[in-house]
């Protein structure tokens, strides 16, 4: 199994330009998760999905962030317009079921001047 | 709302000897924790976990603690490699996943 696939690695984009972070969870996971990771705040849970359906998106924090998952093998996370506080590296990981670990992405670090 | 603390931003200890990393939590709905580990430039890989029934698991020189009534676990490493010096993050369940800060743990030949 290939794990779970993100994309890009690396971003880099100015102050109010649009971003698109792509997530391709591991076949036959029925959970996925965002996360943002900050030295301040460490991994800081943004979304889940069950069943490519969003379950708790009170971590995202404010309009400008949105997140989709249109089927069960892509998600996306998009921020509009970015920002400079938004900078971070944001994971994406999935799961089998409710009680069992996460599996992570490499993550994508986004960097916004 | 941080419902899951790592209040050691770091920890270093000797080749050989225990470590142990803690972590405490705030939600007594959990009923789910892991353990990870992370190595610069690469995802959270998971380490090992216990369910709330249960006060311990072991799985070679992990080990994880649990205890309820205090809300607090903690994972003892022995004997501590220098291939385990990374950042540890600790991490409870109740449908979603919540992660402490982390402790970088260095283990010094």
């Known amino acids: 199994d290939a794990g779970v696939i993100q994309s890009p690695r690396h971003e880099v984009t100015e102050m109010g330009q649009e971003v698109t972070l792509r997530c391709k969870p591991i076949?036959?996971?029925?959970?996925l998760f965002w996360y943002r990771q900050t030295m301040m705040r460490g991994l800081e849970l943004l979304i889940y999905?069950?069943?490519?359906?969003?379950?708790?998106d009170s971590g995202m924090p404010e309009d400008r962030f949105s997140a989709k998952m249109p089927n069960a093998s892509f998600s996306t996370l998009k921020i509009q317009p970015s920002e400079p506080r938004d900078s971070a590296v944001y994971f994406c990981?999935?799961?089998?079921?409710?009680?069992?670990?996460?599996?992570f992405g490499n993550g994508t670090r986004l960097t916004v001047t | 709302d941080q419902q899951v603390k790592q209040n050691s931003p770091s920890l270093s200890v000797q080749e050989g000897r225990i470590s142990i990393l803690n972590c405490d939590y705030t939600?007594?709905?959990?009923?789910?924790f892991l353990w990870y580990k992370k190595y610069p430039a690469e995802g959270p890989t998971f380490l090992i976990s216990?369910?709330?029934?249960?006060d311990k698991n072991e799985d070679g020189r992990f080990t994880v603690f649990l205890n309820k009534s205090a809300k607090h676990l903690s994972l003892h490493i022995v004997p501590s490699q220098p291939g385990d010096s990374a950042v540890y993050f600790c991490?409870?369940?109740?449908?979603?996943?919540?992660f402490g800060a982390g402790t970088r743990l260095t283990v010094k030949p």
């Open positions: 939600n007594s709905m959990f009923d789910y």
């Open positions: 990981a999935s799961r089998l079921l409710r009680d069992s670990p996460l599996h």
């Open positions: 999905f069950n069943n490519n359906v969003p379950i708790d």
């Open positions: 216990i369910s709330s029934i249960k």
């Open positions: 076949s036959g996971h029925n959970s």
């Open positions: 991490a409870a369940s109740n449908n979603d996943m919540r």
